[in-house]
């Protein structure tokens, strides 16, 4: 299955009202970004951030100094981190609507990529494309960032279980209007994930861990 035309119809209606209810950063990201930092005091870092949603990511990552690219498979979503982006006295030229299993950037170009609750919304088979492209893009040593959301999570486990996938759960948002959108998400637990990502051509998974709620994995390009 692919549902990635399910995926970006949702967050198209989703729109600006999602930036209403994800405001605050996880401390794990900015964990990530502060140690990245630490490690490369005598260069700006270049870092993709694969599914900017509303954008909190972006100006995190814009404050504390690396050189951003940004990408969602939503027009409504780039359209919002674009305005969040101007209100903030930047252009927001750095955002793009593009796909992650399509990324058109070129080989080596990101010193680090982080994708925050974006892959869970991608069945295995495209996971791997998208961490292939992943591996094309960043640069030799490049660290990673992946976070999915686990299926004990609060926000998930009241959704409806797929027919036909048992680790598939459709999850609803409910609208302003209060009509609701359902948003696929593949769940397997954090092991079956760390089996199917652990063979990836040109990364090392170097540490997977859960921190509430969110299944953590951290890559290296070698």
Request: negative net charge.
């Amino acid at each position: 299955m692919d549902p990635r035309k399910s995926v970006t119809f949702a967050y198209d209606s989703i729109g600006s009202d999602f930036g209403k209810k994800r405001t605050n950063t996880w401390d794990f990201v900015v964990e990530w970004l502060n140690n990245l930092i630490s490690k490369n005091t005598q260069k700006e870092l270049k870092i993709l951030i694969a599914g900017c949603g509303n954008g909190r990511h972006v100006r995190l990552a814009e404050e504390l100094g690396f050189k951003v690219s940004a990408i969602d498979i939503s027009s409504s979503m780039v359209n919002a981190t674009i305005k969040a982006e101007k209100e903030c006295g930047r252009s927001g030229e750095n955002i793009f609507k593009s796909d992650v299993c399509n990324l058109q950037f070129i080989d080596d170009e990101f010193d680090a990529i982080m994708c925050i609750a974006v892959l869970h919304h991608l069945p295995s088979e495209l996971n791997k494309i998208a961490l292939n492209e992943f591996s094309r893009v960043i640069k030799k040593n490049g660290e990673i960032l992946i976070s999915c959301w686990d299926p004990s999570a609060p926000s998930v486990i009241n959704g409806i279980i797929d027919s036909e996938n048992e680790d598939v759960v459709w999850v609803s948002w409910t609208l302003p209007d209060s009509s609701k959108i359902s948003r696929y998400y593949h769940l397997p637990n954090i092991e079956m994930r760390s089996k199917v990502w652990n063979n990836i051509e040109g990364l090392n998974c170097i540490n997977f861990e859960l921190n509430n709620f969110n299944q953590l994995f951290y890559f290296v390009k070698v």
